[in-house]
């Protein structure tokens, strides 16, 4: 099993005392398999995929990628993980400015020790950014530069990819185009996909869905 989480939970402190967003959350993701996590705006499925990428520590319960367990592990373990097994898209894109569209989508592949010219260089053109391959973030379009932050993702082919509402900022046709395409380039390198999404239209793309409520899920 590529992810797997068993009886997971997660605290914050708060104005009234201790809340909690996470209560027992199992779910499994096989390689190659694709899972759209949907729930109500603060239902905790942003802090379920951090933890899962390890950017944070669940209070209990374990989280396993690969067989390896992540809880354990410290920052310098965690941090590699990502770097050579996850590829992550955020909403908010998260691309550094001063690199243009290929530097940014090889970054994360040479970080890894990953970097391949030629893959770079056909996930442009799958992109459909051949023409802005040397143009800066800002000079992008909200949907360009989502599938730049694809592309960087995806180009150290990574073993996993999480998405935390990738077409947030995206109308309903870009937003669907890019999904699309982001599912297509992950089938494609054999990488599992969990994708977080309030979107039931969305969600419907994915092999399977877990819906989150009041910190455990539902399938």
């Known amino acids: 099993m590529l992810v797997s989480l068993k009886d997971v939970t997660k605290t914050f402190p708060g104005e009234d005392g201790i809340v909690s967003v996470l209560s027992g959350v199992s779910l499994d993701l096989a390689a190659g398999h694709s899972l759209a996590l949907t729930g109500e705006s603060g239902s905790g499925k942003s802090t379920l995929l951090h933890i899962v990428a390890g950017l944070e520590q669940a209070d209990s319960g374990t989280v396993k990628i690969d067989g390896n367990e992540v809880g354990p592990m410290n920052d310098a373990a965690r941090a590699e993980l990502r770097r050579n097994r996850i590829g992550i898209v955020f909403q908010q894109f998260n691309l550094i400015p001063s690199l243009n569209v290929t530097a940014n989508i090889s970054f994360q592949a040479r970080l890894a020790a990953n970097h391949d010219p030629a893959r770079t260089a056909s996930l442009i053109e799958r992109l459909g950014l051949s023409d802005q391959a040397h143009a800066f973030p800002e000079q992008l379009s909200g949907g360009q530069q989502q ?6 993702a995806l180009a150290g082919q990574p073993a996993l990819l999480l998405a935390d509402e990738p077409t947030g900022n995206l109308d309903e046709a ?7 395409l982001m599912l297509e380039l992950a089938s494609e390198t054999g990488a599992g996909v969990l994708m977080v999404t309030h979107s039931e239209r969305l969600a419907a793309r994915l092999d399977a869905r877990a ?6 899920i539902s399938s």
């Not at 599938?147 to 960087?152: K, L, M, P």
């Not at 870009?174 to 699309?180: E, K, M, Q, S």
């Open 147 to 152: 599938r730049v932050a694809i592309g960087r």
């Open 174 to 180: 870009t937003g669907d185009a890019v999904i699309a």
């Open 211 to 216: 819906h989150l409520s009041r910190g455990q």
